[in-house]
């Protein structure tokens, strides 16, 4: 049997618990029912500009066909090591390996009857005219395939620097306006976060493509025009209003 002061031990034990457990309860119902700051406002602003395109890529191509593989490798990559250290002596432009394919092409019966095969060279440059003029001359020896046009990441940086004092200054116009009409007097910056929304490009190619005799000398300049790329800087956050 339990003594009588084992007995009011047990007895204290089972109040000091309970008291705990209750303190325990009124803390977590404190944390909860916290009331949430008032005239807090979530904005969004955003700057945009369109930019002038810079940069050009050219790509031209070489197809050829033969009886085997071999020899039509011998001869796309002679064609195409021919097109590089020709473009090598141009200031101002790079130029690099495109694509390079070699497929069979068959018969009614389904047997291969010859091998076709496409080697590509593409041209890059921030100088339009450079390009234009020695994608020309080397059309005698390759076609040009397609001409497509895009900004330097050095463009997109400098515009988007200019675009984020835009950004900002319209986030924080919209808060005073905000503010103003919810009747406070002023407010202040809780969270901001300045963002890029990358680039749209708005593709203008124009160009000429055609097959040059073997014994042309010189092609005229490939006519081109670039577009424009749409950079976009966006501002969003929240906004404390006071009185």
């Known amino acids: 049997m339990i003594n009588k002061k084992t007995a009011a031990a047990l007895a204290l034990l089972a109040m000091s618990g309970a008291a705990f457990t209750l303190s325990q309860t009124a803390a977590a119902q404190t944390v909860i029912t916290q009331p949430q700051p008032s005239g807090v406002l979530s904005l969004s602003a955003q700057a945009s500009a369109q930019v002038p395109q810079d940069v050009v890529n050219i790509t031209l191509f070489y197809e050829q066909e033969a009886a085997d593989p071999s020899s039509l490798t011998a001869t796309l990559n002679q064609r195409a090591e021919a097109a590089l250290r020709e473009a090598k002596g141009v200031d101002g432009v790079t130029a690099k390996s495109g694509s390079f394919t070699v497929y069979p092409s068959t018969d009614r019966d389904g047997k291969i009857s010859a091998w076709r095969g496409r080697t590509e060279v593409v041209l890059e440059s921030h100088d339009f005219a450079a390009a234009s003029k020695l994608a ?10 397609s001409v497509g046009f895009s900004l330097s990441p050095e463009s997109q940086r400098a515009a988007e620097q200019k675009l984020v004092t835009q950004a900002i200054d319209s986030f924080r116009k919209q808060a005073q306006t905000a503010a103003q009409g919810f009747g406070y007097s002023n407010f202040t910056i809780r969270e901001v976060n300045v963002g890029h929304s990358g680039v749209q490009p708005r593709p203008v190619m124009m160009m000429q493509s055609r097959a040059m ?9 490939i006519a081109m025009e670039a577009g424009t790329t749409t950079v976009t800087v966006d501002v969003s956050g929240s906004v404390q209003m006071g009185r």
Not at 136 to 145: C, D, H, I, R, Y
Not at 213 to 221: E, G, R, T, Y
């Open 136 to 145: 020309g001359k080397m059309s005698s020896s390759m076609q040009v395939g």
């Open 213 to 221: 005799s073997a014994d042309a000398k010189m092609a005229a300049p």
